[in-house]
């Protein structure tokens, strides 16, 4: 990326820890980048793109003779690289790629109460039939797509079953298609795209903020760790069975009021373990400090209990 002049320290105060926030950020990034054999030029194109596309969004009020220039000083990108990137982005288009019939289906599952059992879990569905089967569920998701290809697509990716009773079984209780390696880069992309766009919002003094928190231990045992894991998903699937009826009561009342339909919401949890790095004595830090509770615009230590 082009040089530009780095802002000094008086001017930017706050410059070490952005930067050593963008570290961070890459790090990741970066280990995908390497493990997938994705050479850094590509990303780096696709980062040039990037700080073009904030630039342009940070000052849509310029005139199309004026954005070469904006974004070039915003960015420190020369010109002519501006002018590239600006041609190339608009050859390419923006879009959201819809969501797919068979996220949809599997969703509709699991939120829909006269298809879980007692203990909130997803019931098998005949394959065929009145409803409840899964060939009237799928008919209320699309009917550009048969039923039979719905279902073959399902147990294509490992999320479903069929019994010797041609019955179909939610083989899974969250949506994530491992065989499928292209809709596992798409959630990447999407829920941690949002989750880093709700925390940069956040930093950026937005109001309200966005809920961005988190519950923090560097202290535990693996034996421990393995232990919250069925508190985490228990909680993972109530918010969904109580958040997507919620949803589209909500979605249907907006279309009875007329209310113009132009904001989007995504509600997710995530949790992430790993081994503690080892301190210069060869041992884990045996930090004793109690969880901590942290969000993107809080970093004080405080009890889990406090929000």
Request: proline share 9%; aromatic share 0%; glycine share 6%.
């Given at each position: 990326m082009d040089a530009g002049d780095t802002p000094d320290a008086p001017a930017r105060p706050d410059l070490a820890a952005l930067l050593a926030a963008v570290q961070a950020l890459l790090q990741?990034?970066?280990?995908?980048?390497?493990?997938r054999g994705l050479p850094c030029g590509v990303v780096e194109e696709s980062l040039r793109a990037a700080f073009v596309d904030a630039a342009l969004r940070a000052h849509a009020d310029s005139t199309p003779g004026?954005?070469?220039s904006r974004v070039s000083a915003a960015t420190g990108?020369?010109?002519?690289?501006?002018?590239?990137?600006?041609?190339?982005?608009?050859?390419?288009?923006?879009?959201?790629?819809?969501?797919?019939?068979?996220?949809?289906l599997v969703t509709r599952w699991l939120a829909d109460p006269a298809l879980r059992d007692a203990d909130g879990l997803p019931v098998p569905l005949p394959r065929q039939?009145?409803?409840?089967?899964?060939?009237?569920?799928?008919?209320?998701?699309?009917?550009?797509?048969?039923?039979?290809?719905?279902?073959?697509?399902?147990l294509r990716l490992g999320v479903a079953r069929l019994d010797a009773h041609d019955a179909v079984h939610l083989a899974q209780q969250a949506f994530v298609p491992r065989e499928d390696q292209v809709r596992m880069l798409g959630f990447l992309a999407e829920n941690v795209g949002d989750h880093l766009h709700a925390a940069v919002e956040n930093v950026g003094g937005r109001d309200p903020a966005h809920v961005e928190q988190a519950i923090y231990q560097d202290a535990m045992s693996a034996t421990a760790v393995e232990a919250m894991r069925p508190l985490i998903r228990e909680h993972w699937r109530r918010l969904l069975a109580e958040a997507i009826p919620r949803?589209?009561?909500?979605?249907?009342?907006?279309?009875?009021?007329?209310?113009?339909?132009?904001q989007r919401l995504r509600l997710g949890l995530f949790s992430y373990s790993t081994a503690v790095p080892p301190?210069?004595?060869?041992?884990?830090?045996?930090?004793?400090?109690?969880?901590?509770?942290?969000?993107?615009?809080?970093?004080r230590k405080r009890p889990p209990a406090q929000e």
């Open positions: 990741p990034l970066a280990q995908l980048a390497v493990t004026r954005a070469v990108l020369n010109r002519r690289e501006v002018g590239r990137l600006i041609q190339a982005r608009s050859a390419q288009g923006a879009g959201r790629p819809a969501r797919s019939p068979v996220s949809e039939g009145p409803a409840p089967s899964f060939e009237a569920l799928a008919q209320t998701v699309t009917r550009d797509v048969h039923p039979r290809s719905l279902l073959q697509e399902l949803l589209e009561a909500l979605e249907a009342e907006d279309r009875a009021q007329g209310r113009p339909m132009d301190t210069e004595t060869g041992t884990a830090d045996a930090d004793t400090d109690p969880p901590t509770h942290r969000s993107s615009g809080a970093r």
